[in-house]
Each structure stands twice: as structure tokens, then as C-alpha cells.
């Protein structure tokens, strides 16, 4: 009888050791959603945020593209070795305004078509202006 109650004894023991090890899971598992549970929460947040970034995102790139302007047949050589002079003398005469201040750009960049250096085919120029407000005055007159 004596050998059966030190079986059951050590067999306690296992057990006890098992309950302990599944207790330690458990808390484990507990915190583990609680921490699962506290980001899903702010899921919401983020997805405003994220929202409100892709909008502010998409206004500075619409102001950035609102002041360039595309002209296409330009002939090359036309424009000598100063593209932006000859823009600011070129286009008042070309829509017929004046500007107020003088026509001022940020970036000028002139597009040759591939084989035109002896063609002379037209060229595309791609100008972004200084004020916005110039750049709405050229596209107002476009034709």
C-alpha cells in the first residue's frame, strides 16, 4: 500500500507541475490578447490617419502639377541656348498678354524627339512656372 500512495504521490506532483505549466500558458495567452485587443482598438485611428495623409498627399501633388504647363511644337533651335529667355519673350507675344510681374519659372525642360537634330521636328517643353497665377493666365488663352 505504501508503494501505491508514493505513485499517487509523484503522480500528484506531475500533475501539480502540469496545472502550473498551463497556468503560465494561460497568462501568456491572456496577455497576448489583451495587447491583440488594445491594437485592434486603434485600428480606427490609424485608418483615419491614413485617410487623412492620402488626402493632404494627393492636394500637394494636384498644387504641385497646377503650375506646368506642356507646349508641343516648339521647332528646335528655335530657342537658341537659353530656353527660359526665350519663353519670356516668346509667349506674351505668342497669347498676347502682358505680365505683371515679368514671366518668371521655376523649371524649364525641353523634350527632343529621338533623329530631330537634323529633322527639326517639333519639340515638347514642359514649363513650370513661379506664380500659379501666370500659369492660369497662359492655359486661359490656350487654343
Do not use: Y
Not at 485600428?43 to 506642356?70: G, I, M, N, W
Not at 528655335?78 to 509667349?91: P, R, S, V
Not at 525641353?110 to 513661379?130: D, E, K, N, Y
Amino acid at each position: 500500500m505504501g508503494s501505491k500512495i508514493s505513485g499517487l504521490s509523484t503522480a500528484s506532483a506531475s500533475i501539480r507541475t502540469d496545472i502550473a505549466c498551463f497556468s503560465e500558458k494561460v497568462a501568456d495567452l491572456d496577455q497576448c490578447l489583451t495587447t491583440a485587443e488594445e491594437h485592434l482598438g486603434m485600428v480606427p485611428e490609424h485608418d483615419a490617419e491614413l485617410r487623412t495623409l492620402q488626402a493632404k498627399l494627393t492636394d500637394l501633388e494636384d498644387r504641385s502639377r497646377r503650375d506646368k504647363v506642356c507646349f508641343f511644337g516648339i521647332p528646335e533651335h528655335k530657342e537658341g541656348t537659353d530656353i527660359k529667355a526665350f519663353l519670356k519673350n516668346w509667349l506674351p507675344e505668342l497669347i498676347g498678354l502682358t505680365f505683371s510681374p515679368p514671366l518668371e519659372f521655376q523649371r524649364v525642360h525641353m523634350i527632343v524627339p529621338l533623329h530631330s537634330a537634323t529633322s527639326g521636328r517639333p519639340c515638347l517643353v514642359i514649363v513650370c512656372f513661379l506664380r500659379h497665377e501666370q500659369a492660369r493666365q497662359v492655359l486661359s488663352v490656350r487654343k
